[in-house]
């Protein structure tokens, strides 16, 4: 299920009375305000706030209910405290049941919310800054191809062509004959052969791109390149890119890649 799909369905879930925990919270190690693990008291003080609110209403099955899930975040983020990004967002309920858990790579504000329904304005607003998206890295021979979320890394898939075999293939870390051939020979001939070939191989990744943007439900598309080669990529999608971005990319690590694309 896409986080698109996944916040309909959050949006639409709803209890009789105050069910639902909803947690945001900042981890961000480079925030100057979470130094030494600060989340952790924020985290502390924030349920243990609800918790006194709940007391003094003296509901007795509403406060065990929340003392369940509080218990359950609190010991999921503990579980992964080695682990944590930028950011945790926490949708829990008992019944009807309901545990959504998202570490993500985007800047979160701190907040807890104990309500009949998820409280999901904070994450629409993310998605919408970190959309679904696809960013495509074409280079001289090979194309790179990075699906995101939220500031999240979801996977990351490279194809390199050959020119003398004049096939494409998923890359297994070995060096195309094109790119081997790209600066030994400057000859009009082999120069006009390679961008034939690369051509064909740009317009074949096209496809590919077109078919990943269905299948993963991207809502945007990038193409991250030298401009000549970005242009050339560009025209192999059906769908025009939401914006072509003039810089040589191939190698470098994604959440850099991601940082050029969404906040610069």
């Known amino acids: 299920m896409s986080l698109s799909e996944e916040l309909k369905d959050l949006k639409g879930f709803k ?43 003296q509901d007795e099955k509403e406060i065990k ?17 080695n ?28 907040s807890f919310h104990w309500e009949d329904h998820p409280i999901v304005e904070e994450m629409e607003y993310m ?10 890295l074409p280079s001289f021979g090979e194309v790179r191809i990075i699906d995101t979320a939220m500031g999240f890394i979801n996977g990351e898939k490279s194809y390199e062509f050959d020119s003398g075999l004049e096939v494409w293939s998923e890359k297994k870390g070995v060096t195309s004959s094109l ?14 052969r390679l961008k034939e070939n690369l051509d064909r191989f740009y317009k ?15 809502k945007e598309v990038y193409v991250v390149g030298e401009a000549e080669l970005a242009n050339s990529f ?7 890119p939401n914006n072509c971005i003039y810089k040589n990319l191939t190698k470098v690590e994604g959440r850099k890649v991601l940082h050029h694309v969404f906040e610069k």
């Open 15 to 57: 209890c009789n009375s105050r069910c639902v925990l909803s947690v945001y919270l900042n981890t961000n190690p480079a925030d100057p305000e979470q130094q030494n693990g600060a989340w952790r008291i924020h985290l502390k003080n924030g349920l243990k706030r609800i918790t006194e609110y709940l007391d003094a209403s």
């Open 65 to 81: 209910a929340y003392k369940k899930l509080k218990d359950k975040v609190m010991k999921e983020i503990e579980d992964n405290q």
């Open 83 to 110: 682990d944590l990004n930028k950011g945790v967002v926490i949708f829990a309920a008992e019944n009807p049941e309901l545990w959504s858990v998202h570490y993500v790579q985007v800047q979160v504000k701190t």
């Open 127 to 136: 998605l919408k800054a970190y959309p679904e998206a696809g960013i495509v």
């Open 179 to 192: 790119q081997r051939g790209a600066g030994g020979n400057n000859s009009d001939e082999l120069d006009l």
């Open 204 to 218: 074949e990744m096209g496809t590919i791109v077109e078919k990943m943007r269905k299948e993963l439900q991207w």
């Open 234 to 240: 560009a025209k192999s999608l059906r769908n025009k």
